[in-house]
């Protein structure tokens, strides 16, 4: 999967208005449907943006907000039947890292996503098109990301495909005590982590190590 999006959601940036998302996304989205053999995913929580990069050529809603960021997402989604990544995030993209609370992060992300499966099929949405997020980074502190990837087996147990989007984030430079932007190996090895713990899609930015790494990590039998 290709994931296009055209607004930050990483923590305290500032949003986009629609048309402006539109116009960042569509040039590429239209630049690479058709030429690729693999499905594009667009990470947005705005239904007029969805609709626009569906009839480019994406497949996937990627939405951070767990399709409550916009009443009209989860009928589109429902409509013409694509694929939809329901995320966790506490907050909002300006507020979520404001002194997060959990009293038990595990069994609160659990119940979450829970409902909004139980949303998402009572939308009209099925059930084979549906992709659960326990959303690290969103609305966590390292702390609590690091409880989230120690269970990733619980998130598992839940009847539909788990993603982890761990990519680069945070609590890998706080773990190292690396202050460098480079968190590629960080990455890796959080990836061969959750993949062996049973995720079944893995987001990164370094595809070529983190695929390498799979094969290996495969190979020595480490994972089916």
């Known amino acids: 999967i290709i994931d296009i999006g055209g607004e ?24 690479l449907a058709g030429r690729l053999s693999i499905p594009i995913s667009i990470d947005t929580s705005k239904s007029a943006v969805a609709r626009e990069a569906i009839d480019a050529g994406a497949e996937i809603i990627n939405d951070v907000t767990g399709l409550e960021g916009d009443p009209g997402m ?53 059930k084979e098109c549906i992709c659960l ?15 989230l990837l120690r269970h990733t087996k619980r998130f598992c147990e839940l009847e539909a495909p788990i993603l982890i989007g761990h990519s680069r984030k945070g609590f890998i430079g706080k773990v190292l005590g690396d ?15 959750v993949a062996a713990a ?16 799979l094969k290996l990590f495969r190979a ?5």
């Open 8 to 31: 930050s959601t990483r923590p305290y940036s500032d949003p986009v208005a629609i048309d402006e998302e539109v116009r960042r996304v569509l040039p590429v989205i239209d630049g």
């Open 198 to 213: 049973g995720a079944d899609v893995i987001r990164v930015h370094d595809v070529k190590p983190t695929v390498d790494a």
């Open 74 to 126: 989860a009928p589109l989604a429902a409509a013409v039947e694509v694929g939809v990544c329901v995320m966790h995030m506490k907050g909002t993209p300006q507020t979520m890292q404001d002194d997060p609370q959990y009293d038990n992060v595990v069994e609160e992300i659990l119940e979450y996503l829970r409902q909004r499966m139980e949303f998402c099929l009572s939308a009209g949405i099925d």
């Open 133 to 147: 997020d326990p959303g690290i980074g969103f609305g966590k502190t390292h702390e609590h990301n690091l409880e």
């Open 220 to 224: 020595a039998g480490a994972i089916p």
């Open 179 to 193: 202050k460098t932007a480079d968190r590629t190996a960080g990455t890796v090895g959080v990836s061969l982590a």
